[in-house]
């Protein structure tokens, strides 16, 4: 049966799996392009930078490690599956 890694969503989950680029990694790229895009956007539409405070930008560069030592821990006490392979798995019993 596959398993199924916590504190992954889908898309930066798969996407650490595809390009075997460990998941804080992926996560601190993903929410940094965010953060760079929200700026820019902020800044095209209301001409100014707004709304993003310290904590937004401390949160978008930290925020990958922490969850990925967590999902580590939890990884070593608890076995996580989906839906998906739990159905495939009893349909093939």
């Known amino acids: 049966m596959e398993k199924?890694?916590?504190?992954?969503t889908l898309f930066r989950g798969e996407l650490a799996?595809?390009?075997?680029?460990?998941?804080p990694r992926i996560k601190i790229g993903f929410d940094?392009?965010?953060l760079a895009i929200t700026a820019g956007m902020t800044f095209?539409?209301?001409g100014r930078l707004e709304g993003l405070g310290i904590g937004t930008i401390a949160a978008a560069f930290t925020m990958g490690k922490g969850i990925g030592l967590v999902g580590d821990l939890l990884d070593k006490h608890f076995y996580f599956e989906n839906y998906k392979t739990l159905?495939?798995?009893?349909?093939?019993?």
């Open 17 to 23: 799996d595809i390009t075997k680029v460990p998941y």
């Open 44 to 46: 095209f539409f209301l």
């Open 4 to 8: 199924e890694q916590s504190g992954k």
């Open 87 to 93: 159905c495939t798995a009893k349909n093939k019993q």
């Open 32 to 34: 940094v392009t965010c």
